[in-house]
T-cell receptor, first 112, second 117 residues
Framework: EDKVVQSPLSLVVHEGDTVTLNCSYEVTNFRSLLWYKQEKKAPTFLFMLTSSGIEKKSGRLSSILDKKELFSILNITATQTGDSAIYLCAVSSGGSNYKLTFGKGTLLTVNP | EAQVTQNPRYLITVTGKKLTVTCSQNMNHEYMSWYRQDPGLGLRQIYYSMNVEVTDKGDVPEGYKVSRKEKRNFPLILESPSPNQTSLYFC????????????????FGSGTRLTVV
C-alpha cells in the first residue's frame, strides 16, 4: 500500500522565519511528487518534482526531491501571514489508477 | 476558464435521505476522481473514473456510488447517508496521458462540505 508521511503535523512560527516541511514516501512505480497549498478551500498546486536533486523555486518557496532516500522538503523563507495554510504532499504512482496518495498535511501558522 | 465545478458547496441532510453531489469539468479530462478529507486522516480516494463508463473503487468506497455517462460529469451519490459520511468532499480531474513534462497533478473543485445529522 502506498504511503506518504508528512512532518511536522503542525508548526507555529513568526513572520520572517524560515520553515522546512518534510515529506517521505513509500510507493510502487513512482511517477512524481507534488506539493499543494490548502487555505480554506481546494488545494492549489505549488510544485511537481520528478527528478532527484533539482530544486524547484517560486518566489520564497522552493522544493527538492531525493529519490534515493524517498523524501522531499518544501522550504519557505521570510514567511508571511499569508503563508498560513495546510501544505499537502502527494505522490503520483503508476498502474491502472492514476491516483494521488496524500499525506495528512502540515498545518503552518505564521503569526505577525 | 478551465475549472472543476462542484455543487452544492454546503449541504446539511438527515440520515438516510439520498443525495447527489455533482461534479463537472470543462477541460476534456479523461480521468476524474472523488476524495474525502477528514481531520487527522488527510485526503482519501473514494472512487475514480478513467473515462466514460469506466469507474472503479478507491480506498474508501463504502456507502458511495458514482456514474460516468458523459466525459465532463462525474456525480457522487450517497444512497443512504450516515453521520460518518460527514466530511469535506473534493472532485478532481486530470488528463490520463499528459504531455512529457506536463503536470501529473489534479485540478480540484472547490469542495462540498457535507453534514449528515
Amino acid at each position: 500500500e502506498d504511503k506518504v508521511v508528512q512532518s511536522p503535523l503542525s508548526l507555529v512560527v513568526h513572520e520572517g522565519d524560515t520553515v522546512t516541511l518534510n515529506c517521505s514516501y513509500e510507493v510502487t512505480n513512482f511517477r512524481s511528487l507534488l506539493w499543494y497549498k490548502q487555505e480554506k478551500k481546494a488545494p492549489t498546486f505549488l510544485f511537481m518534482l520528478t527528478s532527484s536533486g533539482i530544486e524547484k523555486k517560486s518566489g520564497r518557496l522552493s522544493s527538492i526531491l531525493d529519490k534515493k532516500e524517498l523524501f522531499s522538503i518544501l522550504n519557505i523563507t521570510a514567511t508571511q501571514t499569508g503563508d498560513s495554510a495546510i501544505y499537502l504532499c502527494a505522490v503520483s504512482s503508476g498502474g491502472s489508477n492514476y491516483k494521488l496518495t496524500f499525506g495528512k498535511g502540515t498545518l503552518l501558522t505564521v503569526n505577525p | 476558464e478551465a475549472q472543476v465545478t462542484q455543487n452544492p458547496r454546503y449541504l446539511i441532510t438527515v440520515t438516510g435521505k439520498k443525495l447527489t453531489v455533482t461534479c463537472s469539468q470543462n477541460m476534456n479530462h479523461e480521468y476524474m476522481s472523488w476524495y474525502r478529507q477528514d481531520p487527522g486522516l488527510g485526503l482519501r480516494q473514494i472512487y475514480y473514473s478513467m473515462n466514460v463508463e469506466v469507474t472503479d473503487k478507491g480506498d474508501v468506497p463504502e456507502g458511495y456510488k458514482v456514474s460516468r455517462k458523459e466525459k465532463r460529469n462525474f456525480p457522487l451519490i450517497l444512497e443512504s447517508p450516515s453521520p460518518n459520511q460527514t466530511s469535506l468532499y473534493f472532485c478532481a480531474s486530470r488528463k490520463t496521458q499528459p504531455r512529457d513534462g506536463a503536470n501529473y497533478g489534479y485540478t480540484f473543485g472547490s469542495g462540498t462540505r457535507l453534514t449528515v445529522v
